[in-house]
């Protein structure tokens, strides 16, 4: 008890400064209150958000960790839609009472940074703890730890005969890639599409494409073995630009003179420059990595006079309650096969995740706090 407040105490792992490495400790959580849940963490994706959330100096520590799933162990008197036992993925925190969440889009919520990236809860303070001085929360769920303590606005049922390991990465980074085929771009069957970049982003995007039965879907990336699994996850063609000399002139020879969408995942400003251009009259470009600075870049001649949009876009534009189960729909039904992406590693080894992860070894590294 601190002050009153019941505590859980639970193991996190902390990043406790610059440059630093992962260390597991004893910290306390909050116990929810009327609007929140405890959730046992069962697994965590690691997404490049986590490495994006140590440069924007937040407090130290933080207890990063954003893409959760696992069960239910106590519900708050206000949370009508979950219980407990229920198996749950967490996604983003939003305030429910802005314009944008009232307006059905928490996805645009005017406060996302400052609750997802302001090292506190969705109500704007923190859950976590360590000797009684306060640790920075990421994403309203910090979940690489063994629990959380989370608003249940955020947190999705799910069903029970599908791997929480499989679920966890549903969360953030493979709605981010899917979610932008399949909310925003909403693709015909006789359309085309191009992906830059084959990590787990990506390769959402290109089984999404799949889903949408894309006529084309066109992967580019540097390393052979992503774009043999890119065509085992449904492209239609891989370019290997680490081979060809001009990537641009090889996809317009390659697609006849360009595709109608296209979806940049690498940040490389060079990239999204062949992104857009590669993109016919009146094509959508999606930049979806925070960052990639196009030197000489002529919006009037590239964007305007080929009545192309330039679209950005938060979590594939996805509301997690609805997005979510469809989804773990399309993975029952072998044709969202993403455990083909995914390589598993115990909490303890979360080291040698985030270094298989920074190396390109895994695609997509899962961490697996407990068997249940
Ligand atoms: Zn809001
Ligand atoms: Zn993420």
Redesign the pocket.
Known sequence: MIGGISMKEMRAALYKEDNGEYIIENVELIEPNANEVLVKVIASGM?H?DEFGKGIGLPLPIVFG??GAGIVEKVGENVKDIEVGDHVAFSYAYCGYCKNCISGMPQYCEHFNDINFGGVGADGKTKLFQNGKPLSMFFGQSSFATYSTINASSVVKVDKDVDLSIIAPMS??IQTGAGAVLNTLKPSMDESIVVFGCGAVGMSAIMASKVARCKRIIAVARKEKDLILAKELGATDVVDSSKVENVAETLKELTNGGVDYAIDTTGNGNMILNAIKLTKYNGTIIPLAPSGVIENFNIGQDVLMEMRTIKGINQGDSIPKVFIPRLVRLYKEGLFPLDKIITKYSFDDIGKAKEDKDTGKCIKAVLVMSDK
């Open positions: 997404c958000t954003h893409e953030c980074g």
